[in-house]
């Protein structure tokens, strides 16, 4: 009986389909991320000698070993391990193993790269990652991915400095905005955020792919990529909340689920600064990474880094701009988490019990906005659903409030599209899931059927 991992008849994508995206993901482009980031090592090995001495020598040697064996698992589709760092969620990963394990009929071999859901083993590559790292200090604090977040930083500078003047410009005049001049200023920041999430460096394995021209000057003519638009549903349910329609305190809160460092951090941060200075939100609570995650996503050190960094640069609008949101981190207007759900394997619709401490802070916001592909993965729980499935289907009772995926797309899963939208797309592109050339903004609440 080969191992059950389908749900509504809806199987997990995994490498057992040969050619497909997840098998080319963990056949090339996983060696490839791997192979990076043993070179990133190796590349400070001075830099560890001179930090640490000897020391830090042994731990690069050994650091660099245990990522050789775990490329050398990974390509020979080698049975996954139990993590053996002892640290908080290893615990969590070895029983969420051990369930996977117990799908397996007893005459089927192991649980491994190739036969299992993509989703499942791309997470443990970066978790068994992390594990080789903490597993030898003194390096045990290593970013093995920092050089290329902060790299991403410094090459979208242009950018960034036309969206804090962008910015600045919008919040001189916010008093006067009529409501729709209102709404259209949350679009237009809606949009950057959501094409900020093509600047992701695990699809292109690392690659730079900074984000070079102001960000405004493209939306019209992103607009056609855009297969699903729920940004007015996202606009009402903020502004259902707004003191002068409830006639309540303003107390929207909305969170929002990060993705990428880089460009596409200052996007969401140039968003959230809308959101409290056009009066939409009160609170703006940001989820990011406990550990270095998918090459490029937002930790801690990266997120007050990219703040510190915007209000430390030598541009007026840049600088006013970072001071700012480093003031909303002061008042406690703007909050940082990082739970360590965030770096699991978990589908979302898996979180209440998972996570039952995460599910009712999430449940307090008036809106959760997630961004980027492996959100929605996790979403959808990476399964190859009908193109024309409802993304409330595909939610599977994930529904802390009503909440928007802003994603650019970069893996074969997709729902929510009318008739006949993706065979089309497919005749025309057929790489059309996963160049990042195409975007959602797809909201759901909990109210609402499909
Ligand atoms: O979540 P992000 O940053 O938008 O994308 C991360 C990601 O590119 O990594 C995987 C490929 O390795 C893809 O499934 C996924 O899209
Ligand atoms: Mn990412």
Redesign the pocket.
């Known amino acids: 009986m080969a191992a059950d991992y389908t749900v509504h008849g809806v199987p997990s994508l995994s490498a057992k389909v040969v050619g497909s995206f997840a098998y080319l993901?963990i056949k090339d482009?996983?060696p490839t991320?791997l192979t990076k980031v043993i070179d990133t090592i190796h590349r400070n090995k001075n830099k560890f000698f001179e930090e640490y001495g000897e020391k830090g020598i042994e731990a690069e040697k050994q650091a660099i070993s245990l990522l050789s064996k775990l490329r050398n698992e990974l390509q020979t589709d080698k049975p996954i391990l139990a993590l053996t760092d002892g640290r908080e969620d290893a615990e969590s990963w070895n029983q969420y193993l051990q369930r996977h394990q117990g799908l397996h009929g007893p005459d089927e071999e192991s649980v491994s790269w190739f036969k299992s859901p993509w989703l499942y083993v791309?997470c443990y590559m970066y978790r068994r990652i992390q594990e080789a790292i903490w597993l030898n200090p003194p390096i045990n604090d290593f970013d093995v991915f920092n050089e290329g977040k902060t790299k991403s930083y410094f090459e979208s500078q242009r950018a960034i400095m036309a969206l804090c003047t962008h910015l600045e410009g919008v919040n001189k005049s916010m008093k006067e905005l009529s409501d729709s001049e209102l709404q259209d200023n949350f679009n237009k920041l809606l949009l950057v955020s959501l094409w900020g999430?093509k600047c992701?460096l695990?699809?292109s394995?690392g690659q730079e792919n900074s984000q070079k021209a102001s960000p405004l000057e493209s939306l019209d003519s992103l607009q056609p990529f855009i297969l699903v638009d729920d940004s007015k549903s996202v606009w009402l349910t903020l502004s259902a909340q707004r003191p002068a329609q409830s006639g309540k305190e303003p107390a929207a809160r909305v969170d929002i689920v990060l993705?990428?460092a880089g460009f596409e951090l200052v996007t969401d941060l140039a968003l959230a600064d809308f959101l409290v200075s056009s009066g939409q939100a009160q609170e703006i609570h940001f989820h990011g990474k406990s550990i270095p995650w998918?090459v490029?996503?937002v930790t801690a050190q990266d997120f007050h880094w990219t703040m510190k960094q915007t209000a430390a640069a030598n541009h007026r609008w840049m600088s006013k701009v970072g001071f700012q949101w480093m003031t909303y981190m002061k008042k406690g207007v703007w909050s940082y988490h990082d739970h360590p759900f965030w770096t699991q394997p978990h589908e979302f619709c898996d979180m209440a019990a998972e996570a039952p401490d995460l599910y009712p802070t999430l449940q307090k916001a008036d809106l959760v906005l997630f961004?980027?592909?492996?959100?929605?993965?996790k979403l959808v729980g990476d399964r190859d659903w009908d193109f024309t499935a409802g993304f409330h289907t595909a939610l599977r009772g994930f529904g802390p409030a009503p909440l928007c995926s802003l994603?650019?797309l970069?893996?074969n899963v997709q729902v929510g599209l009318q008739i006949g939208q993706g065979e089309k797309l497919t005749s025309q592109e057929p790489d059309w899931m996963t160049s990042g050339k195409y975007a959602v903004i797809q909201f759901d609440s909990p109210k609402s059927e499909q």
């Open positions: 993901t482009r996983l991320i791309e999430n992701d695990s699809i394995a993705d990428n998918f490029s996503d961004k980027g592909d492996l959100n929605y993965r994603r650019t970069k893996a």
